[in-house]
């Protein structure tokens, strides 16, 4: 059986908080994991946004294409040019469809929690971060499986000193471990820090305005900020979304090429 559960939004906080719409109940086994939530909901939202604006792009088989059509290409040449770019060598066209999958999620994604008591995918940490681990272990076992034991040659700067070895070894490995971390946290501190400035930059310009009708006027000129910054915020979802993707090419080259 399953429990329908009332959620309510109270505050603009809620969009990094994970509800529960329905959760499934056994007497038997538990069935915590089948439980739908607002995170399941948004990443459905995200696939199905995802499928309908590509399907747009067919241009319903027209010869000239739409102005629809001409930014989705703008945006596929964007990143198919920077994968070139990155990875370079022969090898940049089997990565570029994961490469652009990954721009694509993320982008709609930092777009969808824009919107006003939506909620934020890439502000968990959990999420974001397993994502950033696994193309770190993807990475690896590249690496591995291309140049063998070769590929921790990574980790040894051309020209070192020989007394030097061990201690940029060391350094260069705890630069790489911290790939795998550092990728997901750029993404979600920059998401999560610029959500929970618009958040308290509203709520003391709205205690301000509720004041009186002198301060009500006055808080108008702060409204003008909050909106400079709105701007900034959508710039900053979608570069994020863009330089994950060049990191994740940074990455990719670093196993393929070891340097």
Not at 36 to 45: K, W
Not at 74 to 103: C, E, H, R
Not at 143 to 165: D, I, Q
Request: proline share 3%; net charge neutral.
């Amino acid at each position: 059986m399953f429990n329908l559960l009332n959620t309510y939004i109270n505050s603009p906080l809620d969009q990094f908080e994970i509800r529960t719409f329905m959760g499934f109940v056994s007497p038997f086994y538990d069935l915590s994991f089948l439980n739908f939530t607002t995170f399941t909901l948004y990443s459905l939202i995200v696939l199905l946004l995802v499928v309908v604006l590509n399907t747009l792009t067919t241009n319903n088989g027209r010869i000239i294409g739409s102005r629809w059509l001409v930014s989705q290409e703008a945006i596929y040449d964007t990143i198919l040019n920077m994968v070139k770019g990155q990875i370079g060598g022969k090898s940049w066209g089997y990565y570029f469809p994961f490469i652009y999958t990954f721009f694509i999620f993320i982008f709609t994604a930092n777009l969808i929690s824009m919107i006003p008591y939506s909620f934020a995918l890439a502000s968990h940490l959990v999420f974001i971060i397993t994502l950033s681990t696994v193309i770190w272990l993807g990475n690896t076992i590249l690496g591995l499986y291309k140049h063998g034991w070769v590929f921790f040659g990574l980790f040894v700067p051309g020209g070192t000193p020989l007394p030097l070895v061990p201690l940029l070894v060391l350094i260069e490995l705890l630069s790489y471990v911290a790939r795998a971390a550092s990728l997901g946290l750029r993404l979600s501190a920059n998401i999560l820090a610029g959500h929970l400035l618009m958040i308290i930059l509203a709520g003391l310009t709205l205690n301000l305005m509720s004041i009186n009708v002198f301060t009500f006027v006055f808080g108008f000129v702060p409204l003008v900020g909050i909106l400079a910054i709105l701007c900034l915020e959508f710039a900053i979802a979608m570069i994020q979304s863009y330089v994950w993707s060049v990191l994740t090419c940074s990455y990719l080259k670093d196993s393929l090429y070891l340097h």
